[in-house]
């Protein structure tokens, strides 16, 4: 009996020890919230913002904003300060690096959900998402926090009992942030990255391998049409269409002459030239509340390999002149102009003198 009622002790006691210390890990982590699940930044500490995939729904839930800046890596270096300043809001910004456009859309669906004060909308459309598969997502679903984003409160063990949480995100990005003095990652810096690199055509051209072979031109196929057609009306039409108070502004991300020299080389550049009016037919004839730009008609920005690091990514100034061409009109495609635009982008860039580049 005796050792029956040690055993029972000895149990007791072990569970309440281990009540203990997940209390001890989870208590600190529901206060300070570090990935924004339960609510917005405990008003006197700061909080060190990256891991855009972790935070990023915590930051459409519970931020206050009226105005949201989201889209790939081509959206990193944008710049709250500019965003509020040109368009007069009170914006976020939550790019998502290499992220197909359902991932994006759905970022989207969820700001519009989560906040009725949303009334602006600025997204990077990419050339190559076009092609993927309308359900398609980019990451390794075994990598992604789906524990942060959906409304299940078990799986959240995976997020309050995580001892990494607590030591990194928790006592490194907030306790120990707050007391070494620093402040609240802004969303000018947050997911910048734009002072680590170097911005001019050598470097542009060291980070570009050409194809040594030009390939023949591929053709905008019936498959390709019918691929485009589901990803722009799921990932772009529809949810604009259920919104029309909301104003969407969405802009062709403008990639260096150096990557049209790549497309023409590996004989994709007509398809893609094809499959973007396709896209741009259908989203101006759906959804006047979608604003649409292409700067490719700007060849001034698209051939002075100075404002890329790569083939693709440009500067942060360039995003801040983004900004203020689309709130001055400037590529604005409407259905008067937008077959011209296109026309011309077939004749200048299928003609360039792409070796001249290199020169």
């Given at each position: 009996?005796?050792e029956?009622?040690?055993?029972?002790?000895f149990?007791?006691?072990?569970?309440?020890?281990?009540?203990?210390?997940?209390?001890?890990?989870?208590?600190?982590i529901?206060?300070?919230?570090?990935?924004?699940?339960y609510?917005?930044?405990?008003?006197?500490?700061?909080?060190?913002?990256?891991?855009?995939?972790?935070?990023?729904?915590?930051?459409?839930?519970?931020?206050d904003?009226?105005a949201?800046?989201?889209?790939?890596?081509?959206t990193?270096?944008?710049?709250?300060?500019d965003?509020?300043?040109?368009f007069?809001?009170?914006?976020?910004?939550?790019?998502?690096?290499?992220a197909?456009?359902?991932?994006?859309?759905?970022?989207?669906?969820?700001?519009?959900?989560?906040?009725?004060?949303?009334?602006i909308?600025?997204?990077?459309?990419?050339f190559?998402?076009f092609?993927?598969?309308?359900d398609?997502?980019?990451?390794?679903?075994?990598?992604y926090?789906e524990y942060?984003?959906?409304?299940?409160?078990?799986?959240?063990v995976?997020?309050?009992?995580?001892?990494?949480?607590?030591?990194?995100?928790?006592?490194?990005?907030?306790?120990l942030?707050?007391?070494?003095?620093?402040t609240t990652?802004?969303f000018?810096?947050?997911s910048?990255?734009?002072?680590?690199?170097?911005?001019?055509?050598?470097?542009?051209?060291?980070n570009?391998e050409?194809?040594?072979?030009?390939?023949?031109m591929?053709?905008?196929?019936?498959?390709?049409?019918?691929?485009?057609?589901?990803?722009?009306?799921?990932?772009?039409?529809?949810?604009?269409?259920?919104?029309?108070?909301?104003?969407?502004?969405?802009?062709?991300?403008?990639?260096?002459?150096?990557y049209?020299d790549?497309?023409?080389?590996?004989?994709?550049?007509?398809?893609?030239?094809?499959?973007?009016?396709?896209?741009?037919?259908?989203?101006l004839?759906?959804?006047?509340n979608?604003?649409?730009?292409?700067?490719?008609?700007?060849?001034?920005?698209?051939?002075?390999?100075d404002n890329?690091k790569?083939?693709i990514h440009y500067?942060d100034?360039?995003?801040?002149?983004?900004?203020?061409w689309?709130?001055?009109?400037?590529?604005?495609?409407?259905?008067?102009n937008?077959?011209?635009?296109?026309d011309?982008?077939?004749?200048?860039?299928?003609?360039?003198?792409?070796?001249?580049i290199?020169g």
């Amino acid at each position: 009996m005796g050792e029956i009622m040690n055993s029972k002790k000895f149990i007791g006691i072990t569970i309440v020890f281990t009540a203990i210390f997940l209390i001890s890990v989870a208590y600190p982590i529901i206060k300070y919230d570090p990935f924004f699940h339960y609510h917005g930044p405990v008003e006197d500490k700061e909080y060190n913002l990256y891991n855009q995939r972790y935070i990023t729904d915590g930051i459409i839930k519970h931020f206050d904003y009226d105005a949201m800046i989201i889209g790939t890596s081509m959206t990193d270096n944008f710049k709250k300060s500019d965003m509020d300043r040109i368009f007069e809001t009170n914006s976020i910004k939550v790019p998502l690096p290499g992220a197909s456009f359902k991932e994006i859309n759905e970022n989207i669906a969820k700001a519009i959900k989560a906040n009725s004060n949303l009334k602006i909308v600025v997204r990077a459309l990419d050339f190559v998402n076009f092609y993927a598969d309308k359900d398609y997502m980019s990451y390794d679903k075994n990598l992604y926090p789906e524990y942060l984003y959906d409304d299940n409160i078990f799986n959240d063990v995976n997020y309050i009992f995580d001892k990494q949480v607590l030591t990194q995100s928790v006592i490194g990005d907030v306790l120990l942030f707050t007391r070494d003095g620093n402040t609240t990652t802004t969303f000018d810096d947050y997911s910048s990255w734009s002072k680590m690199y170097l911005f001019n055509k050598d470097v542009t051209l060291a980070n570009y391998e050409r194809p040594q072979e030009i390939q023949k031109m591929d053709t905008f196929r019936e498959e390709y049409r019918k691929t485009v057609y589901g990803n722009t009306y799921q990932n772009i039409i529809d949810v604009a269409k259920a919104n029309p108070d909301i104003e969407f502004y969405y802009f062709y991300t403008p990639y260096s002459i150096a990557y049209f020299d790549r497309e023409y080389r590996e004989g994709r550049l007509v398809r893609n030239i094809d499959s973007v009016e396709y896209a741009t037919e259908l989203i101006l004839k759906e959804c006047p509340n979608i604003k649409l730009y292409s700067f490719f008609g700007i060849t001034d920005l698209i051939t002075n390999l100075d404002n890329y690091k790569d083939i693709i990514h440009y500067s942060d100034l360039v995003n801040t002149v983004i900004l203020e061409w689309m709130n001055d009109d400037i590529g604005l495609l409407t259905q008067e102009n937008y077959k011209e635009h296109f026309d011309f982008m077939r004749e200048y860039y299928l003609n360039y003198d792409y070796n001249s580049i290199f020169g």
